[in-house]
């Protein structure tokens, strides 16, 4: 496999999806550069929708302010949302992403396809330690937090990027735009 596909499903009715391999290096790969509006601890969770996410041992590499956390998620147990875990994130950019590689040591001839959905981010407090998820963009108590996510797609090694912006739905007029 070398390239990304397009379907019209999932979070948005828009996805990306490849095909997962055994391969010692990636040919494709999703990747989420991150923003932040304010630092904090966030809950990240990936949007895995049947029957695109097949893979197993689907690995999210998350580069945060506190270093880099790879996390291995079974895109089948759930068709939704799936958490990946609660990291700090700095203020800005500052190389904060998000990175899900094709090589899942999962074999080529078994056809099985990786999906690049949504993320979503939601402010986590000791206060609340469940928070109430909203998508891409959130709101939270009094404060607003506008996080804006560019996710990336290529395929290594032929120059091929493919670029979409993913933000929630309006739902709250008190939401900082950019």
Not at 18 to 42: E, I, K, Q, V
Not at 58 to 84: E, F, K, S
Request: aromatic share 8%; hydrophobic share 35%.
């Amino acid at each position: 496999p070398m390239y990304i596909r397009s379907e019209a499903a999932g979070y948005g009715s828009s996805l990306k999806w490849t095909h997962a391999t055994d391969s010692a290096a990636p040919a494709n790969f999703g990747m989420w550069s991150l923003h932040f509006a304010a630092a904090g601890r966030y809950r990240v969770e990936a949007y895995t929708p049947a029957p695109f996410g097949e893979s197993r041992q689907t690995v999210y590499r998350v580069h945060h302010g506190d270093g880099n956390t790879p996390v291995t998620i079974d895109q089948t147990a759930v068709d939704g949302w799936t958490t990946l875990g609660d990291f700090d994130f700095v203020a800005g950019g500052h190389g904060q992403s998000i990175r899900v590689d094709d090589n899942t040591g999962e074999a080529n001839s078994t056809n099985t396809q990786i999906v690049f959905d949504a993320l979503r981010f939601t402010p986590v407090t000791q206060e609340d330690p469940q928070p109430e998820a909203s998508g891409c963009a959130t709101t939270h108590g009094e404060s607003s937090v506008f996080l804006a996510l560019l996710m990336l797609i290529g395929s290594l090694g032929h120059g091929a990027h493919t670029r979409s912006t993913r933000r929630a739905p309006r739902r709250d007029a008190r939401r900082i735009r950019h």
